[in-house]
């Protein structure tokens, strides 16, 4: 007779994939809880110990790890010495293995969950069984999801076995599975220590979408979420309506996110390949979108707009008059929602605002390797706000100023912002120098950069960003300050007429 093991802490379906099992002739052999569950469905059951002539001790901690369990999950069949040694010791092979961990994820995210509790559900024997079962999978089937119970069945109604590629899927599934478990206990542990930056790094994460394709239709992609990862993000996001992400919408849907995050008043904020076009705040989600669209009124077509307040019915008018690819709200009222979705390939994205802003680490991808760094979370209140030019900006400046170094954080280096005190006027993004970045921004804030502020990602290395900046009628800017040519830019602000703020930070984004 044949031999299945069956432990699991998720118990999804496995009374009826048991049932089956033993119609299918297989003898059970199980522990704990996962024992007295098919105990009580009138599934007959071997307890492990009595194939291993020795109780679960510890508290269970010891169990299944013994020979007579690990000899009959690791013997080669078709090794006449590795069976003689079973014969030898009386051990039987087992043929099929189903188990599923301790729930160490479920466990770490519970908000008042201490080291002890989560290191006591760190799963010892489970994980041991699975990677033996899947190491031997040519000669035994080990299961891990029980959305593969059907298919397990399936073949074993229809051929009597499981075949050796579905066996080699599932053990890679196995792999998968272990491996991801042990990267969530490293990282809980590594953070747990406060290590910073430890010799090695393992992330995991879950598949949330297969998507069309990747930034251009020939590249293959997929998208996936982190388990237990900051909610307040697109990963977490509800698509309300409308065509499936593709890759470059979530990239842009991101982006056009972090920057709305910034704001505690009503804003609303369009964005292109990941840059913003326009950013405005207002009273309402409806005045900082108008806003907005006056900021660029031409490259928010065919772009992604994100608030961070409710979407009512007069702005999802506005909306439905643009061709838009994704708006992104903390909410949309009945009726704005009946406007949008009039709109068949409009997607709309909710995203609870109410959420914790968790700062994960930023991971970059290079051939080869990874870069890993912390976000740019530093703000205007963070900064050391020093003037070093003879005029003080006002108050109406500093607001301005304010949006303005808010937005250039979130564009593509060489990055420059022209901006009003309630609106973006203008943005150079991801330009060579300094000064073409400043000369885009000027342009397309025309005749509104008179009187406007300007905004640098970082330092001037020379005046003639300033000499632009004055010819356009700029009358404040803000920038890090820290070149050696700091003095020809305040002399240069001087002789215009301008303030100019440092803060001592850059915000380099490549």
Known sequence: MKRALISVSDKTGVVDFAKELVTLGFEILSTGGTKKALEENNV?????????????????????????????????????????????????????????????????????????????????????????????HDYLTVVVDAVDYAGVLSELRENGEVSKETKRKLAAKVFRHTAAYDAQIAEYMTELVGEQQPER???????????RYGENPHQQAAFYKRPLGSEFSIAYATQLHGKELSYNNIHDADAALQIVKDFEEPAAVAVKHMNPCGVGIGANANEAFQKAYEADSTSIFGGIVAFNREVDADTARQLHEIFLEIVIAPSFTEEALSILTAKKNLRLLTIDFEKENKQ???????????????????????????????????????????????????????????????????????????????????????????????????????????????????????????????????????????????????????
């Open 44 to 136: 007959p059951v071997i307890g492990v110990d009595e194939i291993t002539g020795f109780p679960e001790i510890l508290e269970g901690r010891v169990k299944t790890l013994h020979p007579n369990i690990h000899g009959g999950l690791l013997a080669k069949r078709d090794d006449e010495s590795h069976l003689e040694q079973l014969q030898q010791q009386g051990i039987q092979p087992i043929d099929l293995v189903c188990v599923n961990l301790y729930p160490f994820q479920q466990t770490i995210a519970k908000p008042d969950v201490t080291p002890e509790d989560a290191i006591e559900n760190i799963d010892i024997g489970g994980p041991s069984m699975l990677r033996a079962a899947a190491k031997n």
């Open 360 to 510: 994960e680490k930023v991971l970059t991808s290079v051939e080869g390797g990874l870069l890993l760094q912390d976000q740019d979370s530093y703000t205007f209140e963070d900064a050391e706000i020093t003037v070093p030019t003879k005029r003080q900006p006002t108050e109406e400046e500093l607001a301005a100023l304010k949006l303005g170094w808010k937005v250039v954080k979130h564009v593509k280096s060489n990055a420059i912002v022209v901006a009003g005190n309630d609106m973006t006027l203008g943005v150079g993004a991801g330009q060579m120098n300094r000064v073409g970045a400043a000369k885009i921004a000027l342009e397309q804030a025309g005749e509104r950069a008179k009187g406007a502020v300007l905004a640098s990602d970082a330092f001037f290395p020379m005046g003639d960003t300033v000499e632009a900046a004055a010819k356009a009628g700029i009358t404040a800017i803000i920038q890090p300050g820290g070149s050696i040519r700091d003095e020809e830019s305040i002399k240069a602000c001087d002789e215009n007429g301008i303030a100019m703020v440092f803060t001592g930070i850059r915000h380099f984004k490549h």
């Open 201 to 211: 790094v393992t992330f995991t994460y879950e598949l949330k979408q297969n998507l």
